[in-house]
T-cell receptor, first 115, second 114 residues
């Protein structure tokens, strides 16, 4: 089945530093990957759609200069949280569309804590 | 008003009970309806998906869609402690292209007790 690997699973960083999160499709090629953010007891909020070889499409209200997305290959998308602040602390999840018609496979998520 | 409404729970049931989880939505253009299960600190995993109205059954799980009422349900029969998780409904306009992004409910936290 389609597997999406996301690293790191959890990261603690100091305020003002940048953090990179990787999302890899292990057994399939993903031309499109999605990045979500989830606060406790809240829904997954789509941040951006990452397209291989082109610029990401950001949802309204998401700062593209703060959340840098790079999708340089068919199996890897990265999300970099730049100049992180405590309010950026959240659970970030990526997903990619696999082989099945509705195969939105999700990564295991990254718990980011900014101190 | 949110596009997708889902009671966050928590919902606590005894082992073996039938669980009913529901979502309502406002956008009548949604055509694809999904249920995801999310364990604590993990990414969601797809349980079931349905196109348009109707029922779909897979083992102990049954998904129902009533587009006329903009209401979807997930039933879990013979619930087990291992079913304890957060269940998220999600829906999309189309499968591919620009309208295929998923809109999620907030998730319902389910606890199945021994």
């Amino acid at each position: 089945g389609a597997v999406v690997s996301q690293h790191p699973s959890r990261v603690i960083c100091k305020s003002g530093t940048s953090v990179k999160i990787e999302c890899r499709s292990l057994d399939f090629q993903a031309t499109t990957m999605f990045w979500y953010r989830q606060f406790p007891k809240q829904s997954l909020m789509l941040m951006a759609t990452s397209n291989e070889g082109s610029k990401a499409t950001y949802e309204q209200g998401v700062e593209k200069d703060k959340f840098l997305i790079n999708h340089a290959s068919l199996t890897l998308s990265t999300l970099t949280v730049t100049s992180a602040h405590p309010e950026d602390s959240s659970f970030y999840i990526c997903s990619a569309r696999g082989h099945r018609a509705m195969g939105y496979t999700f990564g295991s998520g990254t718990r980011l804590t900014v101190v | 008003q949110k596009e997708v409404e889902q009671d966050p729970g928590p919902l606590s049931v005894p082992e073996g009970a039938i669980v009913s989880l529901n979502c309502t939505y406002s956008n009548s253009a949604f055509q694809y309806f999904m249920w995801y299960r999310q364990y604590s600190r993990k990414g969601p995993e797809l349980l079931m998906y349905t196109y348009s109205s109707g029922n779909k059954e897979d083992g102990r799980f049954t998904a129902q869609v009533d587009k006329s009422s903009k209401y979807i349900s997930l039933f879990i029969r013979d619930s087990q402690p291992s079913d304890s998780a957060t269940y998220l409904c999600a829906m999309s306009l189309v499968l591919t292209g620009g309208g295929n992004k998923l809109t999620f409910g907030t998730g319902t936290q389910l606890k199945v007790e021994l």
